[in-house]
């Protein structure tokens, strides 16, 4: 096995970046613009993954926890309505468990205002730093800022989300409710079983989620940065310390690795001590063919859990939670729920030879990622967003770009350290 370097600036740190989706790509552009020589190592394109099936919202008033004791609450319930956008493969049960008794530590009021806080300063400013990101490249193309629209059967369901309505305000995030003829003069496109709407203003989205991560990729080449094909097969250290990766045939030396590999990262983080309890929520959509009767922003569905957004490939239908492991293949009824309410919500619609997706949003049990170094090993994790890695990723990036390379970010960054899931 050889080793393989090249021409190297003075000073500056190699850092080897591992996943290309928004995390890593954000994580990659932003070290190479601290001065950092950086190379993005994934076995797919950029963008591909679950970076490239989102919804596509920039979702800056998410900032509570999908996890606590109302949504404890309702699960069992939900399990068993088709309706639900919950959906549990049972034969997975047992290898759940574990990772689902540590989220029960954190459903209590105390921890859920923790978790929200933290994750307030990922997201409430989503779309700023997505245009920081993208400035200067062919992403920038591709982002749109828009209202937010929340839409609710009627007044009941309405009642049921003020809580959760609350918490967005409390974020910066106050909304607007219309209700009745006011919902369709607002946006046509929402039909009659959408009664009632909040519009929350501020917010953003992208209308092609792999091509935007794919720009902002080639931003990061033009801008000096490094992208190669290649399967990572582990690390190399030296006295507890990162000196390579390992790939077919070479190791890639590096003074830095960050671990940005979604819902697979808990591998390669294990190279280095740490046993990260990761899990996959998995994550259906259905993407149209045509714009007609599509909504002109992204619009949330509450009683499926999934948004429709407007993009330049047709409108794509996109959530729902499926917990059921990275092995399996998709199920069937996620995507009959989409089709079902979709129709519903948005009468305009054709379903017609709509295309089936499914992928695995990267799940950690404290609903925060891990944005931080393993110890003193040089490896670096970014990972676990649950449903706001596009969201965050360009914010997550630039925070740990800054902390990598010595800068002091103005975020306490503590929320999500790799020492948390250290044994005691």
């Known amino acids: 096995m050889k080793m393989q370097g090249g021409d190297r600036r003075d000073g500056a740190p190699r850092v080897a970046v591992i996943g290309a989706g928004i995390v890593g790509v954000s994580t990659a552009l932003w070290l190479g613009r601290f001065g950092a020589e950086v190379t993005l190592i994934d076995r797919a394109a950029p963008g591909a993954g679950a970076s490239a099936g989102n919804a596509g919202v920039l979702a800056a008033s998410a900032v509570r926890p999908s996890l606590d004791r109302a949504a404890l609450r309702a699960a069992p319930g939900m399990l068993f309505d088709r309706d639900a956008p919950l959906f549990l493969r049972w034969s997975y049960l047992p290898r759940l468990l574990p990772w689902l008794a540590r989220a029960l530590r954190h459903v209590g009021e105390a921890e859920v205002g923790r978790i929200s806080d933290a994750l307030g300063h990922l997201v409430t400013d989503a779309v700023a730093a997505h245009e920081a990101a993208a400035r200067g490249t062919a992403a920038a193309r591709y982002l749109q800022r828009s209202d937010y629209v929340y839409g609710f059967r009627d007044a009941a369901a309405f009642a049921e989300a003020g809580p959760a309505l609350a918490v967005k305000a409390a974020a910066g995030f106050a909304h607007v409710r219309l209700s009745g003829a006011a919902v369709q003069e607002y946006d046509p496109a929402l039909g009659p079983g ?21 720009a902002l990729a080639a931003g990061f080449e033009a801008e000096g940065g490094r992208v190669r094909r290649a399967e990572v097969r582990d690390l190399a250290c030296t006295g507890g310390r990162i000196t390579g990766i ?11 690795a960050v671990i940005a590999m979604g819902a697979a990262s808990a591998r390669l983080l294990k190279a280095v001590g740490l046993s990260l309890p990761l899990e996959t929520e998995r994550g259906y959509h259905l993407q149209l063919r045509g714009t007609g009767g599509a909504p002109r922003q992204p619009v949330m569905v509450a009683e499926g859990q999934f948004v429709a957004t407007p993009m330049a490939k047709g409108v794509r239908l996109a959530g729902i939670l499926e917990l059921g492991g990275l092995a399996a293949g998709p199920s069937p009824a996620p995507f009959g729920l989409l089709r079902r309410l979709g129709a519903r919500a948005f009468p305009g619609l054709d379903f017609t030879d709509a295309e089936e997706w499914m992928g695995h949003r990267p799940a950690l049990p404290d609903s925060l990622p891990l944005l931080g170094q393993v110890g003193a090993t040089g ?44 044994r005691p």
């Not at 390992?246 to 830095?256: A, K, M, S």
């Not at 994790?381 to 360009?394: E, F, M, S």
């Open 194 to 214: 959408l009664g009632e709407i909040a519009v929350l203003g501020a917010h953003g989205f992208i209308t092609d989620p792999e091509g935007y991560v794919a």
């Open 379 to 422: 490896v670096w994790g970014a990972v676990g967003h649950h449903h706001v890695g596009l969201t965050g990723g360009p914010k997550s990036g630039r925070l740990l770009a800054e902390t990598l390379m010595g800068r002091r970010p103005n975020l306490d960054l503590a929320p999500f350290r790799a020492e948390r899931f250290a």
């Open 246 to 256: 390992v790939l077919d045939g070479e190791v890639l030396p590096c003074d830095h």
